[in-house]
């Protein structure tokens, strides 16, 4: 299977949700030796923009989302320890904190960027999703991280990223962190707006945005 071929394959594995294609052409990708971050960002994650949009004209419904979830998780889980494995050769970044913000279960973004960002060489902290906003500081207080990562994809949660951000200036810590804003809902315009100290919209941008803020490259 050529390049192309494994991108588009992968994208229909999304949107028929189905686990074991999308898992197996996971498999494919590493064994023919992909830029695995490039087949996420091209092959899997427009299937589930395409999920979406089926969603939103109402050709899909929950089953249909959940199925293309869970095949999207499929693939990752294969995916995920290749990525890992590189990390250890990467050279270490700083440390970052990251979750999806309280009231708000979706992960799949969140965790495409924690991957992406483990692969990028830096030290994640993946809290998981529906986090309570003061586990975000403690984690970061905790172990010395420099940057807090929100993801949120719902409208009425996306305010907890702004409610986190006046929580760090209650505690006197807004300085000593630099918070990062993202999900569906999330812009540039909305970083500016809440007094975020940045804004990325895809797992891509989020790793060079990172780096940035780190004083990398
Ligand atoms: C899959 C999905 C689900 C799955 C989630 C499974 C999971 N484990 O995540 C399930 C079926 C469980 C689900 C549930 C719900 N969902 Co839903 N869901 C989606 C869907 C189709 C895709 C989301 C997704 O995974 N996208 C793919 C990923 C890769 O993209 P992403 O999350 O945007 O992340 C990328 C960037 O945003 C960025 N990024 C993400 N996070 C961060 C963080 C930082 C710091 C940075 C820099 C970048 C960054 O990088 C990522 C990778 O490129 C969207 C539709 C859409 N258009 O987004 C609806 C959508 C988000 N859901 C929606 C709704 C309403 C719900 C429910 C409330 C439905 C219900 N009635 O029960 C519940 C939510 C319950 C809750 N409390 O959270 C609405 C939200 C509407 C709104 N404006 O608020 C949407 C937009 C659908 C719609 N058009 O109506 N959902």
Same mark, same amino acid.
């Given at each position: =299977?050529?390049?192309?071929?494994?991108?588009?394959?992968?994208?229909?594995?999304?949107?028929?949700?189905?686990?074991?294609?999308?898992?197996?052409?996971?498999?494919?990708? +590493?064994?023919?030796?992909?830029?695995?971050?490039?087949?996420?960002?091209?092959?899997?994650? *427009?299937?589930?923009?395409?999920?979406?949009?089926?969603?939103?004209?109402?050709?899909?419904?929950?089953?249909?989302l959940i199925s293309s979830a869970e095949a999207m998780k499929?693939? =990752?889980?294969?995916?995920? *320890?290749?990525?890992?494995?590189?990390?250890?050769?990467?050279?270490?970044?700083?440390?970052?904190?990251?979750?999806?913000?309280?009231?708000?279960?979706?992960?799949?973004?969140?965790?495409? +960027?924690?991957?992406?960002?483990?692969?990028?060489?830096?030290?994640?902290? !993946?809290?998981?999703?529906?986090?309570?906003?003061?586990?975000?500081?403690?984690?970061?207080?905790?172990?010395?991280?420099?940057?807090?990562?929100?993801?949120?994809?719902?409208?009425?949660t996306m305010t907890n990223q702004k409610r986190l951000i006046?929580?760090?200036?209650?505690?006197?810590?807004? !300085?000593?962190?630099?918070?990062?804003?993202?999900?569906? *809902?999330?812009?540039?315009?909305?970083? !500016?707006?809440?007094?975020?100290?940045?804004?990325?919209?895809?797992?891509?941008?989020?790793?060079?945005?990172?780096?940035? =803020?780190?004083?990398?490259?």
């Amino acid at each position: =299977m050529n390049k192309d071929e494994l991108l588009r394959s992968m994208n229909e594995a999304i949107v028929a949700g189905n686990k074991a294609a999308a898992a197996a052409l996971g498999a494919e990708a +590493v064994r023919s030796g992909a830029d695995l971050l490039e087949v996420i960002e091209k092959g899997y994650v *427009p299937g589930l923009q395409k999920v979406g949009e089926l969603w939103e004209q109402g050709e899909y419904f929950l089953p249909e989302l959940i199925s293309s979830a869970e095949a999207m998780k499929a693939a =990752m889980a294969v995916l995920k *320890p290749e990525l890992d494995r590189k990390n250890i050769e990467a050279q270490r970044g700083g440390k970052v904190v990251i979750g999806t913000v309280e009231g708000d279960i979706h992960d799949i973004g969140k965790n495409l +960027v924690a991957s992406m960002l483990q692969a990028g060489g830096f030290e994640v902290y !993946d809290l998981g999703a529906d986090v309570k906003l003061e586990r975000f500081i403690e984690k970061a207080e905790a172990v010395g991280a420099g940057i807090i990562c929100l993801s949120a994809l719902l409208t009425t949660t996306m305010t907890n990223q702004k409610r986190l951000i006046g929580l760090l200036r209650e505690k006197g810590l807004r !300085d000593k962190y630099k918070v990062l804003v993202g999900g569906a *809902p999330a812009s540039h315009k909305w970083a !500016d707006e809440i007094g975020a100290d940045g804004y990325a919209e895809n797992a891509v941008a989020a790793v060079k945005l990172v780096r940035t =803020m780190s004083g990398g490259d």
